[in-house]
């Protein structure tokens, strides 16, 4: 388990962090992601239950969430934390770049992530090289979403 300490004392945010979300219960797996996220200068929550992640995406607003397809057991379709992500209005879900760590689906399947309303996908079998497939990943989405968030912008100050 990783303490606040290890993940850069990320228990709050200030503004302009890069934030990360970790819903992994797999303990291998949080080994290998979160010391690089937090190399990719990430602060990093670790969400280990339902309820504490469902708290933590309503009281903070991170760049990136991680989730395990069978977080806590779950399956895909029966996922919580995937189910909330896509209840949220697209406005919410957009400021989110949510990773799906999937043992079954290959990293980078762009129609997977899309039937699965995610942004990337990661096979487990990826994880040593998680960081360059995310940095990539994160780099795409925000040049997809630049100019659209730039307009919605404008036209919420008029």
């Known amino acids: 388990m990783f303490s606040d300490q290890e993940q850069g004392d990320a228990s709050f945010f200030d503004l302009g962090d890069n934030t990360a979300l970790v819903c992994v219960d797999h303990q291998q797996y949080q080994k290998v992601i979160v010391p690089q996220l937090?190399?990719?200068t990430y602060k990093v929550h670790l969400g280990l239950f339902e309820e504490d992640?469902?708290?933590k995406l309503k009281t903070y607003n991170y760049d990136v969430v991680i989730v395990y397809e069978n977080f806590k057991g779950s399956t895909l379709q029966t996922n919580p934390i995937l189910a909330e992500l896509t209840r949220r209005?697209?406005?919410q879900r957009r400021q989110h770049f949510v990773v799906l760590l999937s043992q079954r689906m290959a990293t980078n399947d762009a129609m997977s992530a899309f039937v699965?309303?995610?942004d990337q996908i990661?096979?487990?079998?990826?994880?040593?090289n998680f960081k360059p497939v995310l940095r990539r990943g994160?780099?795409?989405h925000r040049?997809?979403?630049n100019s659209f968030n730039e307009m919605l912008k404008s036209v919420q100050s008029l």
């Open 38 to 40: 937090i190399d990719m």
């Open 143 to 145: 040049e997809l979403y």
């Open 116 to 118: 699965h309303s995610v």
């Open 89 to 91: 209005p697209d406005s």
């Open 53 to 55: 992640v469902l708290l």
């Open 138 to 140: 994160v780099s795409q």
């Open 122 to 128: 990661i096979n487990i079998t990826d994880l040593a």
